[in-house]
């Protein structure tokens, strides 16, 4: 149905009849005439009848009107979000991995003025970068490596919040090794490695650094927490992949990686055609 035939006979309905209308809504009588009958049409049902020298809205007419009040409304409040100029309103579906809803989503809820609000679930990169594409949710916060780039869709774009760098965390008894990243990991070849269990990304840095190396590495223990990795690495179950500047639990030490230095960047992506919507260019400014 053609909201403008809505608007006419919702206005015929308030003002009782087509000369007002047209002196109202700036439209001659002729033209409302016109649009209403094509309205009939439009929904199979005469919606006038003749009242003397005038016309009334007939039963179905009048139940028309009154849908048409709630679709009219239910028009301009999706003008009005989509509106470019629009102050921002509407709720953001957010998909993030743990640190960047800790560390970077949590400090910018307050800062959000009272119309915008946040959905945010905890999603991993490879789940959440899924949910954008099937628009389940209006922005992902990923990450990736320097070693290990994501690929993504032609439909979706990316902007780097930051960057960290990454070490190799082992037990603190365990001797120094200096040299590239290749040679450190290499003093490691026999030991048993801790990954991700939800992501591949870190698992493919230490495959790629290991190959420089000439050794495979044994993955035996997967764990998402970076909490939980410490604790397995002190308990010796394996060596893992850590943000450098993580605190670190007693009974780590981190060694320092370089030539190639492994880097993880956390990311927002959204989906091209999405970002002029307000409330999502609201968070993604503030993002940055």
Do not use: C
């Amino acid at each position: 149905m053609d909201v403008r035939r809505l608007e006419l006979l919702l206005a015929l309905s308030r003002l009782g009849s087509m000369h007002a209308v047209s002196d109202v809504l700036g439209v001659t009588t002729s033209t409302v005439s016109q649009q209403l009958a094509a309205l009939a049409k439009e929904v199979g049902t005469p919606l006038l009848e003749p009242d003397g020298r005038r016309v009334r809205l007939t039963p179905a007419g009048r139940r028309l009107a009154g849908h048409a009040v709630t679709i009219l409304a239910a028009h301009e409040a999706a003008r009005a979000d989509l509106d470019p100029a629009a102050e921002p309103a509407g709720t953001v579906r957010i998909a993030a991995f743990h640190t960047a809803i800790r560390d970077t989503l949590l400090p910018l809820v307050p800062r959000l003025p009272p119309a915008v609000r946040l959905e945010i679930q905890e999603q991993e990169p490879p789940d959440a970068l899924s949910m954008l594409e099937r628009d389940q949710v209006d922005l992902a916060l990923t990450y990736d490596y320097n070693l290990a780039p994501a690929s993504l869709g032609p439909a979706l774009d990316a902007t780097v919040l930051w960057e960290s760098s990454w070490s190799l965390a082992v037990p603190s008894r365990s001797r120094r090794t200096p040299g590239s990243a290749a040679e450190v990991l290499a003093a490691f070849a026999g030991s048993d490695w801790i990954v991700n269990s939800r992501h591949t990304a870190d698992e493919q840095v230490v495959r790629t650094i290991a190959a420089q190396a000439d050794f495979e590495p044994r993955v035996t223990q997967r764990a998402d927490s970076l909490q939980l990795v410490q604790e397995m690495i002190g308990a010796g179950l394996g060596v893992a992949l850590m943000p450098a500047a993580h605190p670190k639990t007693t009974g780590i030490s981190l060694r320092r990686l370089r030539d190639p230095e492994p880097r993880m960047r956390a990311q927002a992506v959204v989906r091209r055609d999405r970002t002029a919507w307000p409330p999502l260019s609201l968070v993604l400014g503030l993002l940055r």
